[in-house]
């Protein structure tokens, strides 16, 4: 496992704060679709029990015992194909302009871990972490993009359903540590005009030890981006096919 946390300063809209709270990105490996981080504890949506459709509103314990209350708002929910659904069966969330997750637990420590698998990566996907109504952290898969884009284990679906197919895009686990703070609303975002944000296995939770290989600072990035050219945008998505439930 690659360690090379480097923390992002989460500073939007912090002006006169203590501190700032500070993130570590970091991915899993190729074909991964869960965290292998440690927890105290940790609940997964997989959304397979989610009624497919349309901007729909729910709420999820994420398997927690009740622990971890997490309600949707305006998310896509639809069966597995080639662009999403860990291990290609079940169902997955998605969105072609953006929905919100709000988070709370009864665990007065606070929730300290957000992940998911990703799938059919592209440039507009953009995810945003915030507390009380204030945003701590975005982060822009644009970036992840330039860092698996030479690895071609990332790229085309991974389940042996899919298996290859939707080859120029990746498919990779995200992990977001808050290693100094808490947060309660995790909102996606996508901003390509005719894309989608497709992503399965939401994981919450109390994490002590981290996992995967470190997304760098972004101040890193500009001259890795230089070279990356307009791949995030001549990636193709296909309209998401939904059922509403009735």
Do not use: C
């Amino acid at each position: 496992m690659m360690r090379f946390l480097l923390p992002f300063a989460a500073a939007a809209g912090l002006a006169g704060a203590a501190h700032a709270d500070t993130f570590h990105v970091t991915f899993e490996a190729p074909g991964v679709t869960q965290s292998t981080a440690v927890f105290s504890l940790k609940g997964v949506e997989t959304f397979d029990t989610v009624s497919q459709g349309g901007g729909l509103s729910f709420t999820t314990d994420f398997g927690s015992g009740g622990i971890v209350t997490g309600s949707y708002s305006n998310v896509d929910v639809a069966a597995a194909d080639p662009y999403g659904g860990a291990g290609g069966a079940g169902n997955f969330a998605s969105t072609f302009s953006g929905y919100s997750l709000s988070l709370s637990t009864t665990d007065p420590a606070g929730i300290n871990y957000f992940g998911f698998w990703l799938s059919a990566l592209d440039s507009g996907n953009t995810v945003t972490f915030s507390r009380a109504g204030t945003a701590l952290f975005t982060f822009s898969a644009s970036d992840l993009l330039v860092l698996v884009g030479g690895n071609s284990a990332y790229f085309g679906n991974p389940s042996p359903a899919y298996a290859g197919q939707n080859g120029a895009q990746p498919y990779v686990f995200l992990n977001f540590f808050d290693t100094n703070g808490v947060f309660d609303t995790v909102t996606f975002s996508e901003t390509l005009a005719n894309a989608g944000y497709e992503s399965d296995n939401h994981t919450v939770g109390f994490y002590t030890e981290e996992s995967g290989t470190a997304v760098p600072e972004p101040a890193t990035w500009a001259l890795m981006i230089l070279g990356l050219g307009a791949v995030g945008g001549a990636l193709r998505r296909r309209p998401l096919a939904l059922t509403i439930a009735r």
